[in-house]
T-cell receptor, first 113, second 111 residues
Framework: EPEVTQTPSHQVTQMGQEVILRCVPI?????FYWYRQILGQKVEFLVS????????KSEIFDDQFSVERPDGSNFTLKIRSTKLEDSAMYFC???????????FGPGTRLTVT | DAKTTQPPSMDCAEGRAANLPCNHS???????VYWYRQIHSQGPQYIIH???NNETNEMASLIITEDRKSSTLILPHATLRDTAVYYC????????????FGKGTTLSVSS
């Protein structure tokens, strides 16, 4: 069964550093998403991406965040200058149509020290 | 904010049916009800969704009341692997793509 994959599984970085989280969505999917979950809290939507542009973003997704689909398979989330409060599990998701179920990856745990 | 209300926790014996309620009293006519679950710290997993008719798939059944103000997710024969946080989410068909998660219901299945 096709699945969304994410790398790395765990990333440790120092405050102020840039990080790039990588995702490979399911191959025929057209919509891509990033969510985050701070430890012990609920899953929060960050951004959705369709047709090579952002289609929706939350208030959390400020100027320090950016997304890109650099090629036909990868979807990345860049955090320009990490803060302690960016420590969280980051989930990538994808679907074929925006009303269809979203398939989530296993997540990348980001720890900012 | 999430438009749904769910009990924070429920218990279920292994092999019995787990019935998870969700209140969505402000739901609009064009909003769907989706259910996802999250096992430990894994990525959320889609379970089922519906608009107004009851739905069933290999994982679960979804019962939506006639006035659509509430719904129940039924896991017919719960197993230990069904222990998870279950999220009820309403989404408008012509609206955005985001899933807005609430706190969900933590279902504990015990033997």
């Amino acid at each position: 069964e096709p699945e969304v994959t994410q790398t790395p599984s765990h990333q440790v970085t120092q405050m102020g550093q840039e990080v790039i989280l990588r995702c490979v969505p399911i191959s025929n999917h057209l919509y891509f998403y990033w969510y985050r979950q701070i430890l012990g809290q609920k899953v929060e939507f960050l951004v959705s991406f369709y047709n090579n542009e952002i289609s929706e973003k939350s208030e959390i997704f400020d100027d320090q965040f950016s997304v890109e689909r650099p090629d036909g398979s990868n979807f990345t989330l860049k955090i320009r200058s990490t803060k302690l409060e960016d420590s969280a599990m980051y989930f990538c998701a994808s679907n074929y149509d925006r009303l269809y179920e979203q398939y989530f990856g296993p997540g990348t745990r980001l720890t900012v020290t | 904010d999430a438009k749904t209300t769910q009990p924070p926790s429920m218990d279920c014996a292994e092999g019995r049916a787990a019935n998870l309620p969700c209140n969505h009293s402000t739901i609009s006519g064009n909003e769907y009800v989706y259910w996802y679950r999250q096992i430990h710290s894994q990525g959320p997993q889609y379970i089922i969704h519906g608009l107004k008719n009851n739905e069933t798939n290999e994982m679960a059944s979804l019962i939506i009341t006639e006035d659509r103000k509430s719904s129940t997710l039924i896991l017919p024969h719960a197993t230990l692997r069904d222990t998870a946080v279950y999220y009820c989410i309403v989404r408008v068909a012509q609206g955005g793509t985001a899933l807005i998660f609430g706190k969900g219901t933590t279902l504990s299945v015990s033997s």
